[in-house]
């Protein structure tokens, strides 16, 4: 069981929006620690898409967008398209000093 | 721009220990204030972290591998690597290795396989 829950899947058509919450607890993300995003293609290596909590690294669209709010995170997604179907994932450092995850999330684009 | 790449053994046996470096190419290792750290995934599953050392030398690691891990750097070879001891069937997966400067991984390896059988 992931530190960080987030829901095994969501699925939406091409063009639509899809948000992706991250549910964490007073050690992590309520402790204010940042929470960043990943996604992770088939059979790739995952790719940061938001860091802290908000910020795009160069070259991601600004399709996709994060947020923060007490213990939860969201990962936004805008105009869907089909090469964004993928596995995404949270992830947040923890009181205990240590790297945190969720269990990750498929996106499927009908 | 700086690369990273995991190698070691496709295939350890029980109880033996695992290990893994992760050769950083295009940049030194001992350049600049990062943290480099291992993570995990088995087949199918989520992203598990393993434990980062630090430029300095100091380590962090997941509780869950108790006194199984250690992670160092080599500063001659421009690598770090990683320990993982007492391996059970359960270890087995593609593990990443990484760096972040603060607690984001912004680059990543490309993965290498490990099972664990005999």
């Known amino acids: 069981q992931s530190v960080l829950t987030q829901p095994p899947s969501v699925s939406a058509a091409p063009g639509q929006t899809i948000t992706i919450s991250c549910t964490g607890s007073s050690s992590n993300i309520g402790a204010d620690f940042d929470v960043h995003w990943y996604q992770q293609l088939p059979g790739t290596a995952p790719k940061l898409l938001i860091y802290?909590?908000?910020d795009r690294p160069s070259g991601v669209p600004d399709r996709f967008s994060g947020s923060k709010s007490g213990t939860s995170a969201s990962l936004t997604i805008t105009g869907l398209r089909a090469e964004d179907e993928a596995d995404y994932y949270c992830q947040c450092y923890d009181d205990r000093l240590t790297v945190v995850f969720g269990g990750g999330t498929r996106l499927t684009v009908l | 721009q700086v690369q990273l790449q995991e190698s070691g053994p496709g295939l350890v046996k029980p109880s033996e220990t695992l290990s893994l470096t992760c050769t950083v190419s295009?940049?030194?290792?001992?350049?600049?204030?990062?943290?480099w750290g291992w993570i995990r995934q088995p087949a199918g599953k989520g992203l598990e972290w393993i434990g980062r050392v630090y430029t300095s030398g100091s380590t962090n690691y997941n509780p869950s591998f108790k006194s199984r891990v250690s992670i160092s750097t080599d500063s001659s070879g421009n690598l770090f690597s990683l320990n993982l001891r007492s391996v059970t069937a359960a270890d087995t997966a593609v593990y990443y290795c990484?760096?972040?400067?603060?607690?984001?991984?912004?680059?990543w390896g490309q993965g290498t396989q490990v099972t664990v059988s005999s």
């Open positions: 295009g940049g030194s290792i001992n350049s600049g204030y990062y943290y």
């Open positions: 802290d909590n908000t």
């Open positions: 990484a760096r972040a400067l603060t607690t984001d991984y912004a680059l």
